[in-house]
C-alpha cells in the first residue's frame, strides 16, 4: 500500500517570526555578512548570503555587476558562451568571487564548463542545477566534476529530503540547492503532482547538511523579504531568489510597452518560452515544466536590494539577533492561519 506521511508540511505563508526580547537599539547595527568554509572545496566564502538564481531573464552578468556591488551572489546562466564570459571577466574583475558558473548533466554542458573555468580561472563556484536532483545519472555527473575540479565550491540540486542532501554531500558538493515545485514560475505541481512545502524541505534539509557540515541554498518560493527571512530562519545558509529580482533593468528579457506601461518577460527554464529558444522545443517526450510571465518593469534592482536587506535587518532586530548568523538559533515559528484579504486590496 502506498506510504501517507501525515506530518504536517510548511510552506513561507503558513508561518511568522514570534519577536523576542533584544539588546539591539537599532536595526543598522545588524551584521549581514556571512562567512563560511566549504566542506569539499575547503574554500572560504565572505558576503551576504542572497543569489540571483541561474535563470536567463535573472542570473545575467548585468544583474551581477549590480549584485557585488552589495556583496550579493549571482549563479550566472549557462547560456553565455566563452567570448562572452571573457569580456565579462575582463570588465569586472572584482564581481568574480560573487558569481557561479552554471551546468546541467549533458556531455557539452560539461565541456562548456571546462573552457569557462579555464578562461576565467577567478571563478571559483559551479551550479550545478537539474530539475531533478534524485536521478543516479546526477550523483555520477556531480563525481565527475568533482574530480575534474577538486578546489572549486560546488552548487548542486535541486532535492528536498535530508537523505538526498546528504548522498550529494558525500559526492562531492558543497552546498546543496533546496526547492521543488515551490517557484514563482514553476508548473512542477501541477504538471506532475511532485514537491515539497519549501519551509519544512527547508528545515530538514538544513538539518541534515549541517550535521555533515555541508550548506544549503533556499530556491524558489520568496515572494516578498518576509520570506528570505523566514528561509533564513529555517536554516538556509543562502536565499536563490527568481520573481523578486525579474523585471529591473539589469534582468534579460526584451522589455515591452503597451498602453504607456512597460514589461519584461519572466520565464522558468523548462517553460515552453525556453525550451524553444534554447533546445528548439518541447521534446515529445516530456510537458513543460515552467511558464511565462509579464513582469512591470521595475526600474534598477538597486531599489528592491535595499528593500530586502532592510527588511532582513529588522526581521534580526525584532527577534534579538545580533548578526543573521544568529538568525536561525533566535528563530521561533508560529504557526498561523491564512491572512485575510488586506483592507487596501494586493498592493500590501
Ligand atoms: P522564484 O524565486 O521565482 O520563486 O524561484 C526561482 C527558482 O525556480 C529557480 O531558481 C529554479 O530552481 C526554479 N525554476 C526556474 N525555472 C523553472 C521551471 O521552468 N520549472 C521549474 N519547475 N522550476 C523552475
Known amino acids: 500500500m502506498p506510504h501517507v506521511d501525515t506530518d504536517v508540511k510548511l510552506d513561507f505563508r503558513d508561518v511568522l517570526l514570534r519577536p523576542k526580547r533584544s539588546t539591539l537599539r537599532s536595526r543598522s547595527e545588524v551584521e549581514l555578512l556571512r562567512s563560511f568554509t566549504f566542506r569539499n572545496s575547503r574554500q572560504t566564502y565572505r558576503g551576504i548570503p542572497i543569489l540571483a538564481a541561474n535563470m536567463d531573464t535573472v542570473g545575467t552578468f548585468e544583474m551581477a555587476r549590480a549584485l557585488c556591488k552589495f556583496s550579493l551572489f ?31 548533466t549533458g556531455p557539452s554542458d560539461f565541456e562548456q564548463l571546462e573552457q569557462i573555468l579555464e578562461a576565467v580561472p577567478q571563478v571559483r563556484y559551479i551550479c550545478l542545477d537539474v530539475a531533478n536532483g534524485y536521478s543516479e545519472h546526477f550523483v555520477q555527473f556531480l563525481r565527475d566534476v568533482r574530480k575534474r575540479f577538486p578546489d572549486h565550491t560546488i552548487m548542486a540540486g535541486n532535492v528536498v529530503t535530508g537523505e538526498m542532501v546528504e548522498e550529494l554531500l558525500l559526492s562531492g558538493a558543497d ?28 528545515l530538514e534539509c538544513a538539518d541534515a547538511a549541517h550535521g555533515l557540515n555541508g550548506h544549503i541554498i533556499s530556491d524558489g518560493g520568496c515572494s516578498c523579504p518576509g520570506d528570505v527571512a523566514k528561509a533564513f530562519g529555517a536554516g538556509a545558509d543562502f536565499v536563490m531568489l527568481g520573481g523578486m529580482l525579474a523585471g529591473h533593468a539589469e534582468a534579460g528579457g526584451e522589455l515591452a510597452e503597451r498602453e504607456g ?62 548578526r543573521l548568523k544568529e538568525l536561525s538559533r533566535r528563530t521561533t515559528f508560529i504557526r498561523v492561519t491564512p491572512l485575510g484579504p488586506p483592507l487596501f486590496g494586493p498592493g500590501d
Not at 547560456?79 to 551546468?103: I, M, R, T
Open 74 to 104: 549571482t549563479a550566472i546562466h549557462k547560456h553565455y558562451g566563452l567570448e562572452e564570459w571573457k569580456a565579462f571577466a575582463a570588465q569586472n574583475p572584482d564581481c568574480l568571487q560573487h558569481v557561479a558558473a552554471s551546468s546541467g
Open 175 to 202: 552546498i546543496i540547492k533546496v526547492g521543488i515545485g515551490p517557484g514563482s514560475v514553476c508548473t512542477t505541481r501541477k504538471k506532475t503532482g511532485v514537491g515539497y512545502p519549501q519551509l519544512s524541505a527547508v
Open 261 to 322: 506601461k512597460r514589461y519584461k518577460l519572466f520565464y522558468g527554464m523548462s517553460s515552453e518560452v525556453a525550451m524553444r529558444k534554447y533546445a528548439g522545443g518541447v521534446a515529445e517526450y516530456r510537458a513543460s515544466e515552467g511558464r511565462a510571465v509579464e513582469v512591470p518593469f521595475r526600474g534598477p534592482v538597486e531599489v528592491t536590494v535595499r528593500d530586502i536587506l532592510g527588511g532582513l535587518r529588522s526581521t534580526c532586530a525584532y527577534v534579538g539577533a545580533p
